[in-house]
């Protein structure tokens, strides 16, 4: 089940080789999905798993609305770049997932040690940069959720940032960085493995 | 083990609630360490697991420099922030994680199926936000890829950003985003968990 280039190593990863498997050798990208539904309950227990990955003083900038009703997914299709368009609108559930550019208001009772968290987060830009920054490492945990609830992720950065910020986050708080198809994987959901930069060219010891 | 909020929909999850428990409910992050090393197989073992993680169009932009020796560990120790610094100065291993800013001279190789793909990310500017983005999403990867190996991860951003860049990527081609302790967890390695949003405070549907 391993790769080649893996032998030797996966036996130093103490999570169990099934485990290993689902979230990282086996899960894949996918571009078709069953016509089986993902309930709320199922995307909920994705939540409430992911919710306990780290981000930096537990800012958890993270929001996400989920695309149930025809009415919004006719909204986003549009919105989608080329053959996205296609997955999304086929897609048994669609996440668009966002930055709250805002989200200091909320570190008061999310660092309650702390005097006044929000007074770090006082400038516009260097609070969006860090709303992003967190928000993509959720992202990762996210996908990473979605396999574990034994669910198929096809994540997608091919949108009208413009559109979809006007369509979905009106308030004008909020930056979309990702919609994410969900479901279980159809046929030929996905391509072949692309290839993956060897561990020295992206480790360097000093 | 579970949070009481999680009752009822752990059983959602199919991966083991083991390996649950492992990456994400009893993962946590880590201020104090003991003194047993982390070999350079273990950590490559880490790398061999999340370099499956996926990316947007495969851009795998996230580069790693381990500051193995006691002068690469005392030229950063005084460019983190406050307690960072004794954190940083006692941990058996410590990670630099980067965004490779001209990663799109891989991707010939990394996406064989595009026809000059090097061309999307001509522009500096948008090829170091897709970097910067991609890199955050495979920091989440990392961060539970620590935690697979039985480790325990201390993530930090509070360090100086120009004098990491130009001690530890001195090509001017990377930017620093994150520094990671790294080691299995010591006496008093973290305080007691920070809250969590709750899912309707996260999650909306349309």
Chains 1, 2 share one sequence.
Not at 25 to 30: P, V
Not at 115 to 133: T, V
Request: with cysteine; proline share 8%.
């Amino acid at each position: 089940m391993s790769a080649p280039e893996n032998s030797g190593t996966a036996d130093l990863i103490t999570l169990a080789a099934e485990a290993q498997d689902q979230l990282f050798r086996e899960g894949r990208t996918a571009n078709t999905f069953t016509d089986e539904p993902v309930s709320e309950a199922q995307f909920r227990a994705v939540y409430e798993l992911i919710k306990f990955g780290p981000t930096s003083l537990n800012q958890q900038p993270l929001r996400v609305v989920l695309v149930r009703s025809q009415e919004a997914r006719d909204r986003l299709v549009p919105l989608m770049t080329g053959r996205n368009q296609e997955k999304t609108s086929k897609a048994p559930l669609v996440a668009v997932l966002g930055a709250d550019l805002d989200f200091h208001e909320e570190l008061p009772r999310l660092v309650p040690f702390m005097d006044d968290p929000q007074a770090l987060f006082a400038d516009p830009a260097a609070r969006a940069e860090s709303a992003k920054f967190n928000t993509a490492i959720q992202i990762g945990y996210f996908i990473l959720g979605v396999r574990a609830a034994g669910l198929a992720a096809g994540p997608m950065i091919g949108f009208d940032r413009e559109g979809v910020t006007k369509e979905f986050f009106p308030d004008g708080r909020h930056a979309p960085l990702c919609v994410v198809n969900i479901g279980k994987p159809g046929p030929d959901a996905w391509m072949g493995r692309l290839p993956r930069l060897a561990y020295d060219e992206v480790v360097t010891s000093v």
